[in-house]
């Protein structure tokens, strides 16, 4: 038994000495590599996965969830800052239903359902009412949290008491409500409205004026007033369109510049001045048809000739040149000869009668100005950056804003105006944010994944190949081993003359003959006659 583990030992070792340093490498690394697949197997299929069972819960709900799981002997998992309690994925919908019918979580509110389990008839006028301004909060808040975007609710009402006389004015009740709401969830003014007036009717005499709204953040959530709405629209749609022009500018120049100089070189600031005054008209006006001699067209034309050749006419009148008479005048018989000629011409003229109904611009920039900071290739020494680049820069700006910019016969810009709105600083950025890949991150996992996968099972696959290879090469040797290699002895003719030796004699000296001649064969030749006894 001893000689055939020297025998094996002996033949791995020749075998180990044989190989070269990858193949060593790859024999050792292969099984290490199999044993890890097979433990990260293990610890993936064993490994408990937790799910949340319950979210947004207070401290006190979390603190009795978690006691009643310990008691159980169920894992669980506080995460979010106590507000998440996790379980294991199997038994998270039992255990819902489980705890649900032992009224657990208890958040210690009183609602509605207390007057029906602890009615009784020692209770208090005090005693009652504020049991029943606790109930109504309560199931306000319930109420509240179920709409969507809010995590949970908190609800204050201050109640008015009422007067000891009829005529006693009644006063108005007042509510203060905080909203735990989603991140990044954003309620437009309907969703507003409704929730004021969700409020409203769910209190008497609780006008929408004494609501107050606000989130975790301290940030208000106003109700616009029908009043000043369209007020409030104008406002608001103005300064959304103001930021829309400077965003749009800006855009703009920030990718231009950014294509120019890199995206990580230029900053760029907008500022707007728009005017939004809406102006609306009526023109009536009256112009000539010719404006170069001023005449309109000729709607009708009448002309009118009279003429009258006459001889020896009577003449009339008085006779005498005083101070009544008519000089040249024919005294009484006297005969002459008289022509009469009279033109009359009327040209009836029309111009050009015109009416605007004009509606001006919504809005009209009326002053812009660009700010852009840009980074020379060499952050350290600004001069770097060629004074053509910095010149090509403000021609750019230049046609951007004198193109904005409304101009009109009365607001011409110069090119030193526009000049005067553009800023152009080369200088160190030292305050580049770095954004660390989150998203790359997740997005290569998959991939890395499916790499870490594929190596594996070639691996295991180039095992295999191995194992299987060795063991056929350790069968082979070891037929080699157990066979015997077979023996040519002596052919030759012995002499007539020599004496005749004995078959054992004759095998003795061939055994020496190979021992001294072959003494690898003849140890092999001993191990298998050991093997067979």
Request: net charge negative; hydrophobic share 35%.
């Amino acid at each position: 038994m001893n000689e055939k583990l020297q025998l094996y030992k002996t033949n791995i070792s020749e075998y180990w000495k044989k190989q070269s340093g990858l193949q060593k490498a790859t024999i050792i690394g292969l099984p290490l590599l199999l044993i890890f697949i097979i433990t990260l197997t293990v610890f993936l299929t064993t490994k408990t996965n937790l799910v949340p069972m319950y979210s947004n819960l207070s401290p006190q709900e979390t603190g009795q969830i978690k006691a009643t799981l310990d008691a159980r002997g169920i894992q669980s998992e506080i995460v979010d800052n106590g507000s998440t309690i996790k379980v294991p994925e199997e038994v998270v919908e039992s255990l819902m239903v489980e705890l649900a019918a032992e009224g657990i979580p208890d958040s210690g509110n009183i609602d509605y359902s207390f007057f029906g389990q602890n009615a009784s008839f020692g209770m208090t006028d005090n005693e009652f009412n504020m049991l029943k301004l606790e109930s109504t909060q309560t199931e306000l808040a319930n109420l509240i949290k179920g709409i969507d975007g809010i995590n949970d609710a908190k609800v204050m009402i201050s109640m008015p008491s009422d007067g000891i006389f009829v005529k006693d004015s009644q006063t108005e009740a007042s509510a203060s409500i905080v909203l735990n709401t989603k991140t990044g969830y954003k309620f437009d003014q309907q969703q507003i409205k409704s929730l004021y007036h969700l409020v409203s009717k769910s209190i008497p005499n609780l006008p929408t004026d004494n609501i107050v709204i606000t989130n975790q953040n301290f940030e208000y959530f106003d109700l616009e007033n029908e009043e000043n709405l369209s007020l409030i629209g104008n406002v608001a749609s103005q300064l959304g369109v103001k930021r829309e022009i400077e965003r749009d500018i800006q855009r703009q120049v920030q990718q231009m510049l950014g294509t120019m100089m890199g995206p990580d070189k230029v900053v760029v600031s907008v500022t707007t001045d728009i005017d939004f005054t809406q102006e609306n008209r009526q023109e009536n006006l009256v112009t000539p048809v010719n404006p170069e001699n001023m005449e309109g067209i000729e709607i009708s034309v009448e002309r009118i000739t009279e003429t009258f050749t006459g001889e020896g006419a009577q003449a009339g009148g008085v006779v005498g040149t005083g101070e009544t008479d008519v000089p040249t005048y024919n005294a009484n018989g006297q005969s002459g000869n008289g022509d009469y000629e009279r033109i009359e011409e009327r040209v009836n003229r029309d111009v050009n009668r015109i009416t605007k109904d004009i509606v001006e611009a919504p809005y009209k920039i009326r002053d812009l100005g660009i700010q852009v900071m840009v980074e020379a290739p060499d952050p350290k020494n600004p001069a770097s950056m060629p004074q053509e680049r910095v010149d090509d820069i403000e021609r750019i700006l230049s046609t951007i804003v004198g193109t904005s910019i409304n101009q009109d016969a009365n607001n011409e810009l110069t090119q030193e105006d526009i000049q005067d709105k553009i800023v152009v600083s080369v200088q160190e950025f030292n305050g580049k944010e770095t954004i660390a890949p989150e998203t790359q991150v997740i997005n290569t996992i998959p991939l890395l994944v499916y790499i870490i996968g594929g190596l594996l099972l070639v691996g295991l696959i180039i095992l295999l190949f191995l194992l299987i290879r060795k063991k056929k090469n350790k069968e082979i040797e070891e037929e080699e081993i157990l066979q015997p290699e077979p023996i040519f002895f002596d052919q030759t003719i012995p002499d007539i003359n020599d004496e005749k030796e004995s078959d054992a004699e004759a095998r003795r000296k061939q055994l020496e003959k190979l021992a001294k001649d072959k003494p690898e064969d003849f140890a092999k030749l001993l191990r298998s006659w050991l093997a067979d006894e």
